[in-house]
């Protein structure tokens, strides 16, 4: 079984400060992780993923997230936020041996200027 | 806009009748996937399609629900008598393999009145 927990369900920081969107994860083998967000009236846009190598992975629009196994974590980061990265934000992990990917309940990331 | 269309984008219907939606993923997407997301909650996995072989189904789904992939290009996903309890966002993912990002559509919104 794999399951994804997303502990905050809410994240606020102010413009220009680093911010933290934490996921932890449960599988029985390897983990691909993902992360997606999704702005109002729009669909989930993925961001960035973690499948094998560097523990540090960057993506889209200034996001990174780091790859713990021994803490089973795989939080998102961003060094200075901004107001339009307001949005909420969604962690998954896939087993290497499942088909399905699992979501975690979602995290509403406030950036107030 | 992902590239993966749904239609419809809203349905209203009674409690009793059947639903059909339609999705279109990205052309050279072999995987497709259903979810469906209530609000304040993640995706939950419905099903997923490796061409047009139905390699998962989730547990959680009853026999009312069945989906369909005919020539590995778009998939439909029919609701039996709907229920009010079926009333949700459905969301249609596509990705190119197993390790890829999902590319999701925007959703159809499904009203059991």
């Known amino acids: 079984a794999q399951s994804v927990a997303q502990p905050e369900d809410q994240v606020n920081v102010a413009e220009g400060n680093p911010l933290t969107v934490k996921c932890t994860y449960s599988?029985?083998?390897?983990?691909?992780l993902f992360w997606y967000v999704q702005y109002p009236n729009r669909g989930l846009q993925f961001l960035l993923k973690?499948?094998?190598?560097?523990?540090l992975v960057k993506g889209s629009y200034g996001f990174e997230a780091e790859f713990n196994k021994s803490q089973t974590s795989f939080h998102l980061k961003k060094p200075s936020a901004l107001v339009s990265d307001s949005a909420l934000y969604f962690c998954?992990?896939?087993?290497?041996?499942?088909?399905?990917?699992?979501f975690g309940d979602g995290t509403t990331l406030t950036v107030k200027p | 806009d992902t590239g993966v269309s749904q239609d419809p984008r809203h349905k209203i219907t009674k409690r009793g009748q059947n639903v059909t939606f339609r999705c279109d993923p990205i052309?050279?997407?072999?995987?497709l996937y259903w979810y469906r997301q209530t609000l304040g909650q993640g995706p939950e996995f419905l099903t997923y399609f490796q061409n047009e072989a139905q390699l998962e189904k989730s547990r959680l789904l009853s026999d009312r629900f069945s989906a369909e992939r005919p020539k590995g290009s778009f998939s439909t996903l029919e609701i039996q008598r709907t229920e009010q309890g079926d009333s949700a966002m459905y969301l249609c993912?596509?990705?190119?393999?197993?390790?890829?990002?999902?590319?999701f559509g925007p959703g159809t919104r499904l009203t059991v009145l």
């Open positions: 998954a992990v896939r087993d290497t041996n499942a088909g399905k990917s699992t």
């Open positions: 973690y499948i094998t190598g560097d523990n």
């Open positions: 599988v029985s083998g390897n983990p691909y």
């Open positions: 993912a596509s990705s190119l393999a197993s390790v890829d990002e999902q590319f």
């Open positions: 052309s050279e997407h072999n995987r």
